[in-house]
């Protein structure tokens, strides 16, 4: 069950995840529900694609990073999710080494991709709010796009970091993760290696990747509620709730569950498999809803696509 690896002591080949800490007995009732929303989560989050780029009405910022947001969701999702069902089906509890490793990276590279977005959709709502008049000059194509390809760049380098650090540590003897993936800090847990540069990393460079994007987020919509309360009018809330509800509502969640898993907890247990349950399978499930819903342009592009797909059927 073990092999070698350049550079390393002996390690173990394959991981086993525990998987969610379901009652027995009830593992197809929970194998249904996670399937469902999983398909919730991929369609929902396909139509937000598709209308966007068939509306052009949506081809704005705005939408340009929500397309980009829908598409992390559907991956951070993928990452996951379909590993977890198969050994609930299964009763196969086993991960390969390069299986595990590989689902870790790719955790990382959409976790922190959602968490870039959210900034930058932060600062976008910033500038239309605060700044209506500059915003189409300032939030032009090109440097929308260079947001995008920094969030990725940035985010595909930190996963190759801390995926790099990993890799160098060994694992003798226990192979058991306490949870449903291949997470980081449960992994760290398991090396009988020196872990302490992973932890340095870890806060440093990984705590200022995850504080800039909140503060932007905080401090865009702490500037937004400073020009309403200057100013406040009825109007002029409409219009901040019909603009930022949504993605306020999105950032609470992602932020929220996150905040209690990696902050307010000591060590892992069922209720932190159950937070990440909800960031890793909830959030981007929901994400579809709440922008569907409470957007006035989603809701007439989907209506225009339901018109043209009913005269292609009645053709």
């Excluded at 996670?34 to 919730?40: N, S, V």
């Excluded at 993760?177 to 540069?197: A, G, N, R």
Aim: hydrophobic share 50%; charged share 10%.
């Amino acid at each position: 069950m073990s092999s070698m690896r350049p550079g390393n002591q002996s390690s173990l080949s394959e991981f086993l995840l525990l998987g969610i800490p379901i009652p027995s007995g009830q593992q197809e009732v929970f194998f249904a529900l996670f399937l469902c929303m999983y398909l919730i989560t991929v369609l929902g989050n396909l139509l937000i694609i598709l209308l966007i780029r068939l509306d052009s009405h949506l081809h704005t910022p705005m939408y340009f990073f929500l397309s980009h947001l829908a598409f992390s969701d559907i991956s951070l999702s993928s990452v996951t999710v379909p590993k977890m069902l198969m050994n609930m089906h299964t009763q196969q509890q086993s991960i390969p080494y390069v299986g595990c490793i590989s689902q870790l990276y790719f955790f990382l590279v959409f976790g922190g991709l959602d968490n870039f977005l959210l900034a930058v959709m932060a600062y976008d709502r910033y500038m239309a709010i605060c700044h209506p008049l500059h915003h189409s000059i300032i939030m032009r194509e090109e440097l929308c796009v260079l947001m995008v390809a920094g969030s990725w760049i940035i985010s595909c380098g930190n996963a190759l970091l801390h995926t790099i650090l990993l890799v160098q540590l060994s694992f003798c003897a226990n192979n058991v993760i306490t949870h449903f993936f291949c997470e980081l800090s449960v992994l760290l847990k398991l090396s009988c290696s020196d872990v302490s540069l992973n932890e340095l990393v870890i806060l440093t460079e990984g705590g200022m990747l995850s504080f800039l994007p909140l503060a932007i987020v905080l401090g865009s919509y702490i500037h937004i509620g400073t020009i309403i309360l200057k100013a406040p009018s009825t109007k002029r809330l409409l219009k901040v709730f019909s603009t930022c509800g949504s993605h306020l509502l999105v950032v609470s969640l992602f932020y929220g569950t996150l905040v209690g898993v990696y902050l307010l907890s000591s060590s892992w247990d069922s209720k932190d498999i159950i937070a990440s349950v909800m960031y890793t399978i909830v959030t981007p499930m929901l994400n579809p809803f709440i922008y569907s819903l409470r957007n006035r342009d989603i809701k007439q592009a989907l209506e225009c696509l339901s018109l043209g797909l009913k005269k292609l059927i009645c053709q």
